[in-house]
Structure formats: structure tokens, C-alpha cells
């Protein structure tokens, strides 16, 4: 994969993931904000003060999460972010992520 077709890649997922938070937002699902700074995507839950940040790595061409629970990083295999240890799906891994901090359920999807 070339470096253009990781950004475009790592892009819309990161656009996915946010626009999926601020709908669970909207309709009182989820209490986060979330905020964007280029490659990187800071989620704050609002009731405990948490964050999970996402960020894509261009050089490793992987997505990172940082949360409570730990460091993990996602390749792309096929259409499909993997974690690099265990294999998990990159959206079901952080809908867990999610529900952890937040107190909640929501599949988060890609």
C-alpha cells in the first residue's frame, strides 16, 4: 500500500469513528466530545473526564488507540483494520473501549 492510499484509508476511518460519536452524542446515547487535530482524534467522556485517543501513524502505516485498557495498534488487512497482537477488528475493539470509559453499549461500526 502506498502512503497516499494509507491516508486516504486512515482519513475515512478516522471521519467514520467521529461522525459515529457525535450521532451516539446527538441522540443521548453517549456523553463525549470529541475533537480533531489532523491525524488525530481525542475522545473525552464527560462524565469521568476519560479519553481514548486515535491517531494514524503514516511511517507504520497503522492506526493507534490509547486508553484506559492500554495501547493497540491496527494494520489494514484487506478493507479490514487488525489489531498487530491479537488480530480484533479495530471498530468491535473500540466499541468495547468505549463502553468501558463511557459506561455504556454502542457498536460502533465502520
Given at each position: 500500500m502506498t502512503e497516499s492510499e494509507f491516508l486516504v484509508a486512515a482519513e475515512a476511518t478516522l471521519g467514520a469513528l467521529e461522525a459515529a460519536l457525535e450521532r451516539a452524542n446527538d441522540n443521548d446515547e453517549l456523553d463525549v466530545e470529541c475533537s480533531r487535530r489532523?491525524?488525530?482524534?481525542?475522545?473525552?467522556?464527560?462524565?469521568?473526564?476519560?479519553?481514548i485517543i486515535v491517531n494514524s501513524q503514516a511511517p507504520m502505516q497503522e492506526?493507534?488507540?490509547?486508553?484506559?485498557?492500554?495501547?493497540?495498534?491496527?494494520?489494514?488487512?484487506g478493507d479490514v483494520w487488525r489489531n498487530t497482537r491479537d488480530d480484533s477488528e479495530f471498530f468491535s475493539a473500540l466499541s468495547t473501549m468505549v463502553g468501558e470509559q463511557g459506561g455504556t453499549t454502542l457498536q460502533?461500526?465502520?
Open positions: 489532523g491525524n488525530v482524534l481525542e475522545i473525552e467522556f464527560i462524565d469521568n473526564g476519560s479519553k492506526l493507534w488507540i490509547a486508553a484506559k485498557s492500554g495501547g493497540f495498534h491496527y494494520k489494514l488487512k460502533l461500526q465502520p
